[in-house]
């Protein structure tokens, strides 16, 4: 199938057209499980078009039908997160996970949004109870992990936690820039330069961009061990590649991190 868009003509095949169209065949009589499956399939695909209003409103609907689905809460309690309705979130996230048996990774995934929403919200402890939750069940899950140890280093709390934490989530998952840079500014909210300064430069190795914040951070550790021209150098490098910060600014209008200028 040839599509005219706002930027051409797109190829696609019949099966992607029904797809985007929301349509669905059903080979079998509808019951209570045929629906059921139906409106997980288009929630799934909702999520996949990033059509979080609609998903919003379905999930909604099918937490009526079906009030008993923890799936339907989580598929409202991300659109809503997505569309920063947190207080929401949370209700949707709160109510399904108490209707999770017998199904670990969905339980975690219920703890794990639990725990970004309340930070997006400034309430860190319940998002590090809900994370400390998440781990309880799924001791390597490097994704919890990172998030944990990166936040609780942002907090500057439990740091040799932080450490450990990143450093299983880098031996689970290696060679990830993110996961590095985690590594890495631990060990800089610890005063720890030169490991941090190792770590840095291995996550910005391991990037498949020139990621700004990565440089920022570069530029931030050199500055602590002594190098403030070529941490000025990074710092402009970031502004180069995209960081728009006020922060970042800033160290480039006066040469020092905000504590030292």
Not at 8 to 29: A, N, S, V, W
Request: glycine content about 4%; some cysteine; overall charge negative.
């Amino acid at each position: 199938i040839e599509e005219k868009t706002s930027y051409g003509y797109k190829r696609m095949d019949p099966y992607t057209k029904l797809f985007e169209e929301r349509i669905i065949f059903i080979g079998t009589p509808i019951d209570d499980t045929v629906a059921n499956d139906v409106m997980a399939q288009l929630l799934t695909l909702e999520s996949e078009l990033n059509d979080f209003k609609s998903m919003k409103s379905e999930s909604a609907e099918a937490i009526e039908l079906f009030p008993l689905q923890p799936a339907f809460y989580f598929f409202n309690g991300i659109a809503n997160y997505q569309l920063k309705s947190y207080e929401d979130a949370i209700n949707s996230f709160e109510a399904g996970k108490e209707m999770v048996f017998d199904n670990k990774p969905l339980k975690v995934q219920f703890y794990t949004n639990l725990a970004d929403v309340y930070h997006q919200l400034n309430k860190f402890q319940e998002a590090f109870k809900n994370y400390d939750a998440a781990l309880a069940e799924d001791p390597n899950n490097a994704y919890v992990l990172n998030n944990f140890s990166y936040y609780l280093s942002i907090q500057k709390q439990d740091l040799e936690k932080a450490l450990k934490m990143s450093a299983l989530s880098n031996e689970l998952l290696p060679n990830n820039a993110s996961y590095l840079d985690t590594y890495a500014w631990i060990y800089y909210q610890m005063k720890d330069y030169e490991n941090a300064k190792t770590q840095m430069e291995n996550a910005i190795k391991c990037s498949k961009r020139e990621a700004p914040t990565l440089i920022e951070h570069y530029g931030d550790i050199l500055f602590r061990l002594g190098e403030k021209e070529l941490a000025m150098d990074q710092w402009k490098s970031a502004i180069e590649k995209g960081g728009d910060s006020e922060e970042l600014k800033t160290k480039v209008e006066t040469g020092a991190l905000k504590d030292e200028s």
